[in-house]
């Protein structure tokens, strides 16, 4: 037995819901490392503005202890940025998973840093198909350091304790 197939007519309003403000990513930002909240997003930590998500190739680059680790480019969705300040807020969780995927791969290290968004739209067109290793200058938009990532609790070296002296 096949049902009557019955459309009701939405009673919402037509008219689109309003889009977020457009985010100019070429903009030097301050990053920020701290977990987001998709839902309701997170606000930025510097003017309280509603945090935009945005997928892009970021420059990371690792550490282990006092030895430079790795450094590469890799493509995510862990960067949120203020529409209304040059701020942008990585998610070190989300990052972390990404972390984790390459760590076989290469010497990662236990600290990281992104140093900037890389802006491909910015790239020549008659470079566009040369290897970015290869380019004359990589289209770098820095992120100034407001505050160094955290790693979890159970991952923090700990500190060594102090000796004590035998008396005489």
Same mark, same amino acid.
């Given at each position: 037995?096949?049902?009557?197939?019955?459309?009701?007519?939405?009673? +919402?309003?037509?008219? /689109? @819901?309003?889009?977020?403000?457009? !985010? &100019?990513?070429?903009?030097?930002?301050?990053?920020? *490392?701290?977990?987001?909240?998709?839902?309701?997003?997170?606000?930025?930590?510097?003017?309280?503005?509603?945090?935009?998500?945005?997928?892009?190739?970021?420059?990371?680059?690792?550490?282990?202890?006092?030895?430079?680790?790795?450094?590469?480019?890799?493509?995510?969705?862990? +960067?949120?940025?203020? /529409? @209304?300040?040059?701020?942008?807020? !990585? &998610?070190?969780?989300?990052?972390?998973?990404?972390? *984790?995927?390459?760590?076989?791969?290469?010497?990662?290290?236990?600290?990281?840093?992104?140093?900037?968004?890389?802006?491909?739209?910015?790239?020549?067109?008659?470079?566009?198909?040369?290897?970015?290793?290869?380019?004359?200058?990589?289209?770098?938009?820095?992120?100034?350091? +407001?505050?160094?990532?955290?790693?979890?609790?159970?991952?923090?070296?700990?500190?060594?304790?102090?000796?004590?002296?035998?008396?005489?």
């Amino acid at each position: 037995m096949k049902l009557p197939w019955v459309r009701h007519k939405h009673k +919402g309003s037509s008219e /689109p @819901a309003p889009m977020a403000p457009p !985010v &100019d990513l070429t903009l030097p930002r301050t990053v920020f *490392y701290q977990a987001v909240e998709t839902a309701p997003m997170s606000a930025c930590p510097r003017c309280g503005t509603t945090l935009s998500p945005e997928t892009g190739m970021y420059f990371v680059a690792t550490r282990q202890g006092r030895r430079q680790g790795e450094n590469f480019m890799m493509s995510g969705d862990f +960067g949120f940025y203020c /529409p @209304a300040c040059p701020t942008v807020v !990585v &998610d070190p969780e989300k990052l972390g998973q990404l972390l *984790y995927a390459g760590a076989q791969k290469w010497d990662m290290g236990d600290a990281y840093s992104v140093l900037g968004f890389i802006d491909l739209d910015a790239i020549p067109e008659e470079q566009r198909h040369v290897p970015f290793d290869e380019l004359e200058e990589l289209p770098l938009v820095p992120f100034e350091s +407001g505050d160094r990532p955290r790693l979890p609790q159970k991952q923090r070296p700990r500190k060594p304790k102090p000796r004590r002296r035998k008396r005489r």
